[in-house]
């Protein structure tokens, strides 16, 4: 059974970055396609990018290229989002989800993170 | 870029039929899934591949999709099924789009 397993809660001061973890059970990382999704106060929700590992590529959300990056360390069955230049537009709830059962549709979740960005 | 729209709300009274649109140019050409998100919790995927409903998903919980148009329906929506409802489709194979969401409430 898959699980998804996020760190905890972070504030961060503008400008400053932010690195969210993932711990993965269940499956192999480097086998597993995850996403990352993220969702402000009040707000819906908006997709920063994903993994596939079909082919190995990492894609972003054009509105975030140059600002997110996703990485993994499959010592430890850990997947990172790492976002930079923080604002206070970037406080959300920052979830990894994946589509390994249904392939199309993120079946699971992690549980989110709250990154408060404030000065 | 490609972009889903939903209403922001809908209103049902309990027992009745709720539905809640998502559009999109050509959606019916893509598989569209919907989530379900209660407050404080993450969301759950209730239908996939447009009419598709995971093990443990209640049967009154269906979908359809064609033309600009997808459509999320509950039949008989009982009182726990008020919450938030998101649609979401790929743009071609590799970007993920959301809906704005719909917050369902039943009165």
């Known amino acids: 059974q898959v699980q998804l397993v996020q760190s905890g809660a972070e504030v961060k001061k503008p400008g400053a970055s932010v690195k969210v973890s993932c711990k993965v059970s269940?499956?192999?990382?480097?086998?597993?396609?995850r996403h990352w999704v993220r969702q402000a106060p009040g707000k819906g929700l908006e997709w920063l990018g994903g993994?596939?590992?079909?082919?190995?590529?990492?894609i972003y959300a054009q509105k975030f290229q140059g600002r997110v990056t996703m990485t993994e360390d499959t010592s430890i069955d850990t997947a990172y989002m790492e976002l930079s230049s923080l604002s206070s537009e970037d406080t959300a709830v920052y979830y990894c989800?994946?589509?390994?059962?249904?392939?199309?549709?993120?079946?699971?979740w992690g549980q989110g993170t709250m990154v408060t960005v404030s000065s | 870029s490609y972009e889903l729209t939903q209403p922001p709300s809908v209103s049902v009274s309990p027992g009745q039929t709720a539905s809640i649109t998502c559009s999109g140019d050509?959606?019916?050409?893509?598989?569209v899934c919907w989530y379900q998100q209660k407050p404080g919790q993450s969301p759950v995927v209730i239908i996939y591949?447009?009419?598709k409903r995971p093990s443990g998903i209640p049967e009154r919980f269906s979908g359809s999709n064609s033309g600009n148009t997808a459509t999320l329906t509950i039949s008989g929506t009982q009182a726990i099924d008020e919450a938030d409802y998101y649609c979401?489709?790929?743009?071609?194979?590799?970007?993920?789009?959301f809906g704005g969401g719909t917050k369902l409430t039943v009165l």
């Open positions: 989800a994946t589509d390994i059962l249904t392939n199309l549709a993120f079946d699971i």
């Open positions: 269940g499956y192999t990382l480097s086998e597993l396609p």
């Open positions: 993994f596939d590992p079909e082919d190995g590529e990492t």
């Open positions: 050509k959606l019916g050409d893509k598989f």
């Open positions: 591949e447009d009419t």
């Open positions: 979401h489709a790929w743009d071609g194979t590799t970007v993920v789009v």
